[in-house]
């Protein structure tokens, strides 16, 4: 069975950091391209970052850039979302989703920027 | 940037409706649209892609059309379990990936 666990999210103030986590299972993880994507709270889906299967291929939405860096671990079978320096504007449940047709989904991991 | 324009925000309909949600997309994009399903707290899931290919498993009442920038989601005969927020995404652009506001469908 396909699952994708996420973990890390929290509180954390305006300017820290968080390193997000997206552990899977049940499929050849090294196989799969992955991205994270993200909704505020009563809002719609944002698409964040992409990593490509072999890690060599990776891009962000504008508001992430230079702020954000994702990362895979096939050894582990686990995507990461390393986050710096926070804003509000970055609250939200952050998903991790699989490969070319985001056929799964993760349950999510809420972060929560806030003073 | 390729902008996901979705109508409506939100209806209401009964059980056995039929519901059409639309999609238009700032420019062409080739078929290249995916529609999720949300219900609350939990994680969308995959309903269509290409516009119009049913992901395996899903109810043969959901379909999708359309070509160019025009697109949409029908449900023929509304289920209770159908109540719920809808998400088209386009994947033209890709890995860049947007998606439309959403349509959430309540009960009448």
């Known amino acids: 069975e396909v699952q994708l666990v996420e973990s890390g999210g929290g509180l954390v103030q305006p300017g820290g950091s968080l390193r997000l986590s997206c552990a899977a299972s049940g499929f050849t993880f090294s196989s799969y391209e992955m991205n994270w994507v993200r909704q505020a709270p009563g809002k719609g889906l944002e698409w964040v970052s992409y990593?490509?299967?072999?890690?060599?291929?990776?891009d962000y939405v504008d508001s992430v850039k230079g702020r954000f860096t994702i990362s895979r671990d096939s050894a582990k079978n686990s995507l990461y979302l390393q986050m710096n320096s926070l804003r509000a504007e970055d609250t939200a449940v952050y998903y991790c989703a699989r490969g070319s047709s985001w056929d799964y989904w993760g349950q999510g991991t809420l972060v929560t920027v806030s003073s | 940037d390729i902008q996901m324009t979705q109508s409506p925000s939100s209806l209401s309909a009964s059980v056995g409706d039929r519901v059409t949600i639309t999609c238009r997309a700032s420019q062409g994009i080739s078929n290249s649209l995916a529609w999720y399903q949300q219900k609350p707290g939990k994680a969308p899931k995959l309903l269509l892609y290409?516009?119009?290919r049913l992901e395996s498993g899903v109810p043969s009442r959901f379909s999708g059309s359309g070509f160019g920038t025009d697109y949409t989601l029908t449900i023929s005969s509304l289920q209770p379990e159908d109540f719920a927020t809808y998400f088209c995404?386009?994947?033209?652009?890709?890995?860049?990936?947007?998606f439309g506001q959403g349509t959430k469908v309540e009960i009448k």
């Open positions: 995404q386009q994947y033209y652009s890709t890995p860049q990936r947007t």
């Open positions: 990593i490509s299967s072999s890690g060599s291929i990776i």
């Open positions: 290409a516009a119009s």
